[in-house]
Every structure is written in structure tokens, then in C-alpha cells.
């Protein structure tokens, strides 16, 4: 139910990406286009990287509204107007007071007892001269009341420091509309997001750690042809040492498998064999010792995950065997119609394997040789997609969608990246905050351990709860610091008997909540504004997985946790 991670370790790699120095003979994969066509491709330059050219254009199209500029509301929209999205507006009513001017790096003490969402979004919109912005001086409640229709054409909506009272009407309102809802809250050392969407579909996920698709196990035609039409063993060393590495894979993996009755080499002892049997097809100096062929220590270091059987991963099965893909409507969204495509591409052409990725790794080889080896892929790759696009066509058609609904151009990135598909399912916050629902057990479960960074969640409903009640935050005010301790211990044993969960192991995080007063410190606004815009980044592109429910962060311990409700 919940995962904990030590020590939260951000994936730099997503905003600093380096290139490599090939040496003589080092072939990789094309890279992409310069991105130094134009001042734009410049300005974008590292994040073009990240999404591509397709990503940011879903990023410059995006309609995102903040609920409420406070410290962690403009440090989400400061990361998200800085690489470029189309437009925000910023809802909020109420005017900048001293303790925002103290917490909030965009307001000002000029900006004392003005509208926060005027100054926030002016401030705001000098970042980026391509992002357009506005602002309702209004609050949420009002708007929900009397324009009900207000949040139909956004994006992305991002709440932040919302009440219970509000928090529930809203939450109904954009689950009915299935637009992503990231709700985000920085209480003292505390910081929370919280993301609802009914489902919400990636095609293209980024995995660290991609298996290549090599099909040596099950050569295509075109690869089998060109594969034998090479001779390793009449070659000169020259030559021998720049033939790519999965000509000397396949060659070796034929020669194992006609000795292990067609098997392949299936675990560690076997493998091990296996790669013995690639160094002896190594050229031999005068002493019988093995020359130096990078491309043959290549091919051994590539045994544990190039000589596996192909196959469909479990995860993809389960997209594939989804009611949703099987059993389609005249409503049924693009990527559960590609999704039906390649099941029936598996299920006939494919002969149980998924359309073919169309690329192969980088290795030592000579120019020549690896080009003409990665056409081979690419084209078979392209053979795959135009039948996966036939049938999606034909799947329009019974469907009664227009032709144009989904291009050849969307269904080649779908087969592309169809081995790491993902869906996710989320749950509704009203129901969360519901009494009857059934997160008590795994609420219950969680806090049996006293480490657990569960009891922070607790602690955020307990505060929603006592909110309710005396409409201030416990510890507000200085003066009420000892009540208060006592009225949110009696707001937060409430909960927890209504949970069905015993009482807490210590009350010194009810003290410690008190001490903060509802505040907001901006060093964990700045860190849960960087991760609430990466979640609103990936709803928009489409791309990577986002955070599954609920995200909570410790900045005592700079530990944080991930939990499903």
C-alpha cells in the first residue's frame, strides 16, 4: 500500500543531459534534430530533450489554473511558465497580507492589500514573454457556485491550500470531468500532493532501464537474410573486429541453440557457457591468446539481456487484455483503440511478439555495416506500423470515428514505445474524505509503524478537521498554541476511531503541528512547487509516469513516501 524512499533523490538526469564523444568506429543511433533552428529551439533547449518537439507543443497549447497564489501555488506556476505553457489563470480572492509578502518570493511589501492573484500573475508572466496569463479575484466557492462551467476547457487545474468545504465540491467537479486535479500543501515542515484522475494513459514512459528489441531469438526475415549473408569466419581481423555486435550475438546464439536442442541459454551457468563460446570466435594472436575485438566484448556483455526469449511484457498484457481494449466503444479514447490494433497485431502478424521498436543500440562497428544493419530494423519497424495502422483504421471505421481521429504518425510512436505502456487508475478525493470509505485499514496498517510517514497525513486531516470546526488552523494564534493542542488531539482521535485505528504512538506531532500555525516555510513550498509542476508537465505531455495518489515529504528527515488511497 505504501512505498517509503530514504533520502528523496531527484532524477537529475531530467534536467541535465550530456553528450558523448564517439571514438573511431562508435556508431549510435541518430540523434535528434539541433535544436538550434531557431531563438525558440534555443530557449527550450534542455527540455526539448526531455519531450521532444511533440511535447512541448502539447506544453504551449495547455490552459493551467492555480487555485490560490500562495507560496507553494506560484513556485508551481513559476516552473511551469518558464518552460513555456500556453496560458494560466489564477484564481483567488483573497488580498496580499504581511504573512504572504514573508512566505512569497512574488509578492512585495508594495504589494500589501492588493489582489494576490493581480500581483501573482503580473510578476508571474514577466518570466516568460510567450506565456499569456489572467486572473479572477474571486473565491473558489463563489466561482463553483455561479460559473460552474468556469473549469470545463482547462488542462490541469492545481489547488493549493484548499479547505475541506472546498476541497470535496471541487474534487466531484473535475473528477466528473476527468481533468487532472493536483492538490498541493506546504504546512511547516510538511509538504503533500495529492493527484486525481479517473484514468490517465502514457504511451511514452522513458523507462531508465529499456531492454533492447533485438529478436535474435526469433529473426524476422529481412534480419535472418542480412545476418547470414555475413561470413565471420572468412574475414580478416580488420574486418572481423567492426562487424556490429549483434552479428557476432546472433551467429554465436544460432550455433547454441543447434547444440541445446533449439534452447536458449536460460540461466547463469548457461549464460556463462555461452559467453565462453563468444570469446573462443575471438581472432587468435600467435600465442593462441584473444585479440583485442571490442565488438566480441560487446556481444558478451550484452548476453544477459539480448539472448532472452521475446516476449510481451506482463505489464503490456494486462493493457492489452483491459476491457477497454477488448471490448471497444464509439467512445473509446485513441490510445485504447491503437491498443486494440497491435493486440490483434500480436495475436496474428506478430505471432505473439509487439510491433517491432525499429532501433538498436550504440556499438563499435564500422559505419557501413552498423547503418546498413539499423535500415534493417527500421524498416521492418515501419512494415509493423503500417499494418498496426491498417487495422486502426478499420477500427475507426466500425467505430463510426473520423479517419483523421488518430494519424500514421501517432500510431508509429505507439508501436515505437509499445513494450512500456502504462495506465493509470486513481481514485476520487471526495471519496477519500468520506467516513465510510475504505482507506481505514490501510491508514490503520501504515501507522503501526512509528516511523511511518503516514502520521503526517494524519496530522494534514486532523488540521482539514479542525478547520472545519473553528475555521482558523490550530496554533494560529499564539495565544491559543495550548488549546489548540488539546482541540486537534480531540479532532484527530475522532478520526482515527472513525477509521477503526487506535490512537496515535506519541503526541509530539500534534505539538509539532500546533507550533506551525498553518504556515508556510517557502524552502518546502520551492521543493513541492518543483514536483507538483513535474506532475502537471507529465499530464500535459503525456509523457513519463506520474506520482499515483499521494506524495508526502518530511523536510525534517528529507524523507518522503508515496501512498494509494
Not at 153 to 163: A, K, R
Amino acid at each position: 500500500m505504501a512505498s517509503n524512499t530514504k533520502r528523496l533523490k531527484l532524477a537529475s538526469s531530467m534536467f541535465c543531459i550530456g553528450g558523448d564523444v564517439h571514438l573511431l568506429y562508435r556508431m549510435s543511433s541518430p540523434a535528434p534534430k539541433s535544436p538550434e533552428q531557431s531563438e525558440k529551439s534555443k530557449k527550450y533547449d534542455r527540455q526539448l530533450r526531455l519531450w521532444g518537439d511533440h511535447g512541448q507543443a502539447a506544453l504551449e497549447v495547455a490552459q493551467v489554473c492555480l487555485i490560490n497564489a500562495t507560496a507553494i501555488g506560484t513556485e508551481i506556476m513559476k516552473s511551469l511558465v518558464l518552460p513555456g505553457i500556453g496560458a494560466f489563470t489564477i484564481v483567488d480572492g483573497k488580498k496580499v497580507t504581511e504573512e504572504d509578502i514573508g512566505c512569497n518570493f512574488f509578492l512585495d511589501a508594495d504589494s500589501c492589500g492588493k489582489s494576490r492573484a493581480q500581483v501573482a500573475t503580473q510578476l508571474l508572466l514577466e518570466l516568460n514573454p510567450d506565456v499569456r496569463g489572467d486572473y479572477v479575484d474571486e473565491n473558489v466557492d463563489q466561482l463553483l457556485e455561479n460559473s460552474p462551467d468556469f473549469f470545463n476547457n482547462f488542462t490541469v487545474v492545481i489547488g493549493t491550500s484548499l479547505t475541506e468545504r472546498t476541497l470535496i465540491p471541487l474534487s466531484k467537479k473535475l473528477w466528473q470531468l476527468e481533468i487532472p486535479f493536483i492538490v498541493c500543501r506546504s504546512y511547516g515542515f510538511i509538504g503533500y500532493i495529492r493527484v486525481q484522475i479517473p484514468e490517465h494513459t502514457v504511451i511514452e514512459t522513458h523507462p531508465d532501464d529499456q531492454i533492447p528489441d533485438l529478436r535474435l531469438d526469433r529473426p524476422f526475415p529481412s534480419l535472418k537474410k542480412h545476418v547470414d549473408s555475413i561470413d565471420l569466419e572468412s574475414m580478416e581481423l580488420k574486418d572481423h573486429a567492426h562487424v556490429p555486435y549483434l552479428v557476432v550475438l546472433y551467429k554465436h546464439l544460432q550455433r547454441w541453440k543447434k547444440e541445446h536442442d533449439g534452447l536458449l541459454p536460460r540461466n547463469y551457468k548457461e549464460k556463462d557457457l555461452f559467453r565462453t563460446m563468444i570469446r573462443q570466435g575471438m581472432f587468435k594472436d600467435e600465442d593462441g591468446n584473444p585479440e583485442a575485438e571490442e565488438n566480441f566484448e560487446e556481444a558478451i556483455r550484452a548476453v544477459t539481456k539480448a539472448a532472452n526469449p521475446t516476449t510481451v511484457p506482463q505489464h503490456v498484457k494486462e493493457i492489452l487484455e483491459d476491457d477497454c481494449c477488448v471490448n471497444l466503444t464509439s467512445k473509446s479514447k485513441p490510445f485504447w483503440i491503437m491498443a486494440k490494433a497491435v493486440r490483434d497485431f500480436v495475436e496474428n502478424e506478430g505471432e505473439g511478439c509487439l510491433p517491432l521498436r525499429g532501433s538498436i543500440p550504440d556499438m563499435t562497428a564500422e559505419t557501413e555495416r552498423y547503418i546498413a544493419l539499423q535500415q534493417v530494423y527500421h524498416n521492418q519497424a515501419v512494415k509493423d506500423a503500417e499494418v498496426v495502422f491498417r487495422s486502426v483504421q478499420q477500427l475507426l471505421h466500425q467505430l463510426n470515428q473520423p479517419a483523421d481521429t488518430i494519424t500514421e504518425k501517432e500510431v508509429r510512436l505507439f508501436c515505437k514505445h509499445a513494450s512500456s505502456l502504462y495506465v493509470m487508475r486513481g481514485t476520487s478525493i471526495a471519496d477519500e474524505y468520506d467516513p465510510k470509505s475504505p482507506n481505514a485499514q490501510n491508514i490503520a496498517g501504515s501507522l503501526e509503524n512509528p516511523d511511518s510517514t503516514m502520521v503526517y497525513y494524519v496530522m494534514l486531516r486532523g488540521v482539514d478537521r479542525f478547520h472545519s470546526e473553528y475555521n482558523t488552523y490550530p496554533g494560529e494564534f499564539e495565544d491559543q498554541v495550548e488549546p489548540d493542542i488539546v482541540k486537534l488531539k480531540a479532532c484527530i482521535s475522532k478520526l482515527l476511531s472513525e477509521w477503526g485505528s487506535g490512537p496515535l504512538a506519541k503526541d509530539d506531532y500534534v505539538h509539532e503541528i500546533c507550533r506551525y500555525g498553518g504556515a508556510e516555510l517557502h524552502s518546502v513550498s520551492a521543493f513541492i512547487g518543483g514536483c507538483a509542476a513535474q506532475e502537471a508537465i507529465k499530464f500535459i505531455t503525456g509523457q513519463y509516469k506520474p506520482v499515483n495518489n499521494t506524495f508526502m515529504y518530511d523536510a525534517i528527515s528529507s524523507n518522503t513516501a508515496t501512498f494509494v488511497f
